[in-house]
């Protein structure tokens, strides 16, 4: 069974940092696409960072030079480092992890920015 579990979110100051984990069971990490998405209230789910099993990354351009996503294959994990966090990155991040086609997501983890 995949299972995919995020951790690490919570109530941050802006211009504060934190560092989500995605523990991915079940699949074949190393070959995996992995990737980061988020939603905000009223707003459809969109992409915020990505990876491929070689290492090649995409940013969305809103964070851009503030958000960093990596992998460590020997875990099975996967990282969105968040720095220089506002108030607009406030919404509930889903770890996702694709091959061949077939998607899996996990249930998500709440971020909210504010002071």
């Known amino acids: 069974q995949v299972q995919l579990a995020e951790s690490g979110g919570g109530l941050v100051q802006p211009g504060g940092s934190l560092r989500l984990s995605c523990a991915a069971s079940?699949?074949?990490?190393?070959?995996?696409?992995m990737a980061w998405y988020r939603q905000a209230p009223g707003n459809a789910r969109s992409l915020v960072a990505s990876?491929?099993?070689?290492?090649?990354?995409v940013y969305a351009d809103s964070v851009s030079g503030r958000f960093t996503i990596s992998r460590d294959n020997a875990k099975s994990t996967a990282y969105l480092q968040m720095n220089s966090l506002k108030p607009e990155d406030t919404a509930v991040y889903y770890c996702t992890s694709a091959l061949y086609g077939t998607a899996y997501w996990g249930k998500g983890t709440l971020v909210t920015v504010s002071s």
């Open positions: 079940g699949i074949m990490f190393s070959r995996n696409y």
């Open positions: 990876i491929s099993s070689g290492g090649t990354t």
